[in-house]
């Protein structure tokens, strides 16, 4: 979707070019250069664009940089709408009148009433245009932390990151709502799961914010209060057993040097956790298959002691079903972060401390396009349907 309204875009800003070179329609000072600049910005977003549509899939922020494109690509194929439309108009005024004198009377009149009504048109799309180059100056800034392969690197395999419960609080935006209902989930008493282990999954898309999330739920002074013990484990792809329970010990402070056996590593588990109430995060969970994960649960639930859980992340609700969260009580499906929520983080992560008066000029900006909403695109639709059609 993304890279058909970008290459739409490029076709118009190519044609303005070309109108304003044959001087059917002039430009105000400068605005040449506007949109030499917009057409190179779109052009080195469009080399990236088949990297960024497949990392939607496991990125929430990728997916919400792509809305951003699309607003202002909208945006920009109204102006050069606009633009169009003006030219068009002007020109069959130009021609509509058969008689030949007549013909030349009208076209002096129609054009010089057109040339009067030009002036003002020209400023408004000169300031249009001006506005949308420094839209697209913060998409270019987030689209180059991003990393994106272009078309001639290839696409990038994904990749699993090992994670670990470290976390500084005063970095992280957002999710305080959340954060409260987990903590509710964790010691509330009424599950479906009976009363020894419940599984509590966080479900959404990757980079929305599950890791995060789990590490300020795992950090939190009332859960280290709770809980006899926490435990953290990183488990990606593939599912292994051994791995994940070696895991866990290793956590526990338990050393697993002579450990190679699935059986004796679950009964050492066993042993460190008779008789405790413990918080076990499970991050980045993908196996879907139940029977693997049993001969792990059976063990943890064995001798621990009521009101012990297991909190996982994953980015499938197949995999939360699986491990055995409940659907109605057990699973939270996280969602996008608020627009000044995101604003803030694309500012972090954009400017330095030291740049704040750079930050100050484009802050604006980009709550502007944060803000952006899929009723407000599908409004400019249907006025652009109707002025076509209607």
């Not at 392969?149 to 005063?170: C, F, N, P, R, Y």
């Not at 280290?224 to 956590?251: G, M």
Request: aromatic share 6%; charged share 30%; net charge neutral.
């Amino acid at each position: 979707m993304a890279e058909a309204l970008v290459s739409v875009v490029l076709e118009q800003l190519r044609s303005i070019i070309i109108q304003e070179v044959g001087q059917e329609v002039r430009l105000v000072v400068d605005v040449k250069n506007e949109v030499e600049k917009l057409t190179s910005s779109f052009r080195a977003i469009q080399a990236v664009l088949a990297n960024a549509e497949e990392r939607q899939l496991e990125d929430g922020y990728v997916k919400l940089w792509l809305d951003q494109l699309k607003d202002v690509s909208y945006d920009m194929d109204d102006v050069l709408d606009e633009w169009g439309t003006a030219i068009a108009k002007s020109q069959s005024k130009v021609h509509e009148h058969p008689s030949k004198n007549k013909k030349k009377v009208c076209s002096f009149m129609i054009f010089s009433c057109f040339r009067v009504r030009e002036v003002g048109l020209r400023r408004r799309i000169a300031y249009k245009i001006k506005e949308l180059n420094e839209r697209i100056d913060v998409i270019v800034i987030v689209k180059n932390m991003f990393d994106f392969k272009s078309l001639e690197a290839g696409i990038k395999q994904h990749e699993h990151h090992e994670t670990a419960s470290v976390i500084d609080v005063k970095d992280v935006k957002g999710r305080e709502n959340d954060k409260d209902r987990v903590m509710k989930m964790l010691f509330s008493t009424e599950s479906s799961q009976g009363p020894a282990l419940r599984t509590i999954s966080l479900v959404g898309m990757g980079g929305i914010g599950k890791t995060t999330l789990a590490k300020l739920v795992y950090n939190d002074l009332k859960v280290e209060n709770h809980f006899d013990k926490r435990i953290w484990v990183c488990v990606s792809d593939p599912f292994d057993e051994i791995t994940i329970a070696k895991a866990i010990l290793q956590d526990l402070k338990e050393s697993t040097q002579n450990l190679i056996k699935l059986q004796t590593l679950l009964e050492k588990i066993q042993s460190l956790i008779r008789g405790k109430k413990f918080l076990l995060v499970l991050d980045d969970l993908w196996n879907e298959d139940s029977t693997k994960w049993e001969q792990l649960k059976d063990s943890l639930e064995c001798g621990c002691l009521p009101g012990s859980r297991i909190l996982a992340t994953t980015r499938k609700r197949n995999v939360a079903t699986s491990m055995g969260s409940s659907p109605s009580t057990d699973i939270l499906e996280l969602g996008l972060l608020s627009t000044d929520e995101c604003c803030s983080l694309f500012s972090k992560l954009a400017f330095s401390e030291n740049e704040s008066r750079e930050r100050g000029d484009l802050d604006e900006i980009g709550r502007k396009i944060a803000a952006k909403s899929m009723s407000g695109r599908l409004k400019k639709l249907k006025a652009k349907f109707w002025l076509l059609y209607g």
